[in-house]
């Protein structure tokens, strides 16, 4: 991946001599203790405050090269207010560019720098740089992810970014090691900013340089502009590989062959009648899904033309690759999101929701919450907002942990599929067509022992959904695409009609509470099986054809432990039962003879029926014997066998559902 890195950079740096615009600065030459923009004629900040805390002064207490450097940090959890600004000679459409730096981010602390595309800042962000506490640096852009790496923290090393613009060609790199390539949504660049970005920021930046130049396209030459995977995704999971191909010379290219590597599996395709033109760029699928293998495997890809010769292949080949994550068994995922249709920003978090619902429908559920729109619920849209860290529209929570963005959802997601839940919950119901009453019973069956208050809530989406009152239409700040691509609504206009738009995920009626309704008892024991009672009335209006009734159970701790998205005819199918919060014995429970010699009744009357079972231990506390009677009701004569059991005192746990009663018995022979 490195030597692909060096090819590219070849490729490029052949067309830096003599370049039309170049600055270094290397910070030597400046005063020790002194603010940066007054001492310079290149150097500025944001608002164009130099000499003020928007500044940045010189420091000897760390350089890559010489004495000196410039230092970043904040305390302020949104950064700041250090913002330094070096603008370009112009905004670059065009040529060959690179920029790059020396860091030192200290042990634990983060990093960040960003690419303006416009000479008026502040208007768009070309490329993000995000240098993190774990020790990864992630490349963004128009909403998308677009290289990723290792960076050492608590040492200098070197960054740089390099871009062929004319044919929107990048790649990166952390000391020499590629960190792949890809292609910018704002494919321009105007200058960069420096920004301590939160209260972890604490880094040192030296030999900084830059230069751009015109491009010279050679007779015949393709380029892998970049490889089309995802670089997460469940174990196991069919993923489509794709290669994006980019036409760097001044011929024509028809046909090529492309070819890829990923663990075992190879795959080939060759491509005819392309008409692919100088500069133009083609994105073409392998016929081939990678099975994804777990952990991080490298994918190779190589393309090459077909009835030419290339002039330069050492650009033919590119390197990625994917993580395998593989999901605890059993576990769903439930996203939250904070939206409205007034809101202009939330069509980024319908898109998430519906594109991960899509891909991991065995594994995530999305839920719509809505806010002062026509498909509002008043209580769960206020425990949303009340939820600690929320400060707008659109947020989300994964698994009632932190308040993030819902272009976040996907990394929260991988984070917790992995975590081992305590239960499995699923849920059955009945319903009168008539009234819209829906009686509802989610099951719980315990994975491990546990204790605390565990608490269970249902809430029911609907998908979907469409209005005609003006208050379906959604507001959409992404129409016209100058903030990239989102899923289709970038194509749209702002609003986009109510006619015109569909939403799903809708939460419909939220029962149980938002944090839930606490379970009878503190304590359960691993497959202990538990059923809960709620009721609700589903709106008129609700097309019950396309809603999904989701149990969720909370751990003590009020993040969600799992959850299940059921149909309502699996939930019809699987039927109501009385729930703990309603099973009561009806009566004392005798057991009879007792002193017993070899076989006793047990004499028990339920209100409801229940899941019945019998555990026996000595005196002790160990377990000597036990019965699952399975689901009981009314009056009942339980036989118990007492012919294994030594003559002695002993403890009877008798259990419906939830609740149990605790006997002695006398064993006498």
């Known amino acids: 991946m490195k030597q692909i890195y060096f090819f590219l950079l070849f490729m490029l740096s052949t067309l830096w001599v003599s370049a039309q615009a170049s600055f270094s600065d290397d910070f030597e030459s400046y005063t020790v203790g002194e603010y940066l923009g007054p001492q310079s004629d290149k150097w500025t900040t944001w608002s164009v405050k130099d000499g003020t805390t928007e500044d940045t002064k010189i ?3 760390k350089a890559a090269s010489g004495t000196k450097s410039i230092y970043f940090s904040s305390t302020s959890a949104s950064g700041g207010p250090q913002d ?9 459409t065009s040529g060959v560019y690179k920029i790059g730096m020396k860091l030192f981010i200290e042990d634990g602390k983060t990093g960040y720098f960003n690419l303006q595309a416009e000479k008026v800042i502040g208007t768009t962000w070309a490329i993000d ?16 992810t677009l290289a990723s790496g290792k960076y050492p923290q608590g040492e200098w090393f070197a960054f740089e970014i390099a871009g062929n613009i004319s044919a929107n060609l990048w790649a990166t790199s952390v000391n020499g090691g590629s960190l792949g390539t890809f292609t910018l949504a704002s494919n321009k660049v105007a200058s960069i900013d420096i920004y301590p970005a939160n209260a972890n920021a604490s880094f040192y930046v030296d030999d900084f340089y830059y230069s751009q130049d015109v491009f010279t396209p050679k007779p015949n030459d393709i380029g892998i502009s970049g490889v089309t995977v995802a670089p997460r995704d469940l174990t196991g999971i069919k993923s489509p590989l794709g290669v994006n191909i980019t036409n760097l010379g001044a011929s024509t290219v028809n046909d090529m062959e492309i070819e890829f590597q990923y663990g075992s599996l190879s795959g080939k395709k060759t491509v005819t009648g392309l008409n692919l033109a100088s500069l133009g760029s083609k994105s073409i699928l392998f016929d081939e899904e990678i099975t994804v293998l777990a952990g991080a495997n490298p994918i190779q890809v190589t393309a090459k033309l077909i009835g030419a010769t290339d002039d330069d292949a050492a650009n033919n080949a590119s390197a990625s690759s994917t993580t ?4 605890a068994a059993d576990k769903f995922v439930i996203a939250e999101e904070a939206t409205g249709t007034w809101c202009g920003w939330c069509p980024r978090g319908a898109v998430m929701l519906d594109r991960l619902s899509k891909r991991y429908p065995d594994y995530f559920i999305g839920i719509a919450v809505h806010n002062a729109d026509p498909m509002v619920v008043t209580d769960y849209d206020a425990g ?6 929320f400060t707008g ?9 932190a308040i993030i963005d819902p272009l976040a959802i996907e990394t929260a997601f991988f984070s917790r599929v992995i975590e081992a839940p305590k239960s499995s919950v699923r849920v059955g119901a009945s319903f009168d067509e008539t009234s819209r009453v829906i009686k509802l019973s989610p099951k719980i069956t315990f994975k491990a022992n546990v204790s605390g208050s565990y608490k269970m809530a249902v809430v029911i ?21 100058a903030q990239g691509p989102m899923g289709g609504f970038e194509l749209l206009p702002n609003p986009v009609p109510a006619n015109k738009m569909t939403y799903n995920h809708v939460a419909r009626v939220l029962t149980g509470g938002f944090k839930g309704t606490a379970l009878p008892l503190n304590s359960y024991k691993k497959d202990d099986v538990v059923y809960m009672n709620f009721e609700a009335t589903i709106p008129a209006g609700v097309k019950l054809e396309n809603i999904h009734i989701i149990p969720i159970l909370f751990a003590p701790s009020g993040l969600i432990d799992n959850g299940y998205p059921a149909k309502l005819e699996e939930a019809l199918a699987e039927g109501f039962t009385v729930g703990a919060n309603d099973i009561t014995f009806n009566g004392d429970v005798v057991i009879y003879p007792n002193p017993v010699a070899f076989e006793s009744i047990i ?4 209100d409801n029926p229940a899941e019945v079972s019998v555990e026996i231990y000595d005196m002790t506390g160990k377990l000597v014997g036990s019965k699952n009677y399975g689901k009981l009701s009314g009056s009942n004569e339980l036989l118990l066998n007492a012919s294994n059991l030594n003559n002695g005192t002993y403890l009877a746990r008798i259990k419906a559902g939830a609740e149990e009663i605790t006997k002695n018995i006398v064993v006498l022979k």
């Open 59 to 61: 420091t000897n207490a």
């Open 461 to 481: 989406v609907e998908d979907s959904v469409r209005g005609t009152a003006t208050g379906y239409a959604q507001a959409n700040y992404y129409s016209g695409g």
């Open 384 to 389: 949303i907002r009340g939820l600690s860290g």
């Open 324 to 327: 395998g994550v593989t999901p």
């Open 84 to 92: 330094v600004v070096l603008p370009f000679t112009d905004a670059y």
């Open 393 to 401: 529209f659109p947020s989300a929570t994964v698994g009632r942990t």
């Open 129 to 144: 740089v995000n240098f993190n506490t774990d020790g990864t640096v992630v490349l963004t852009g128009g909403g998308s």
């Open 603 to 606: 004499d028990l009357t339920l």
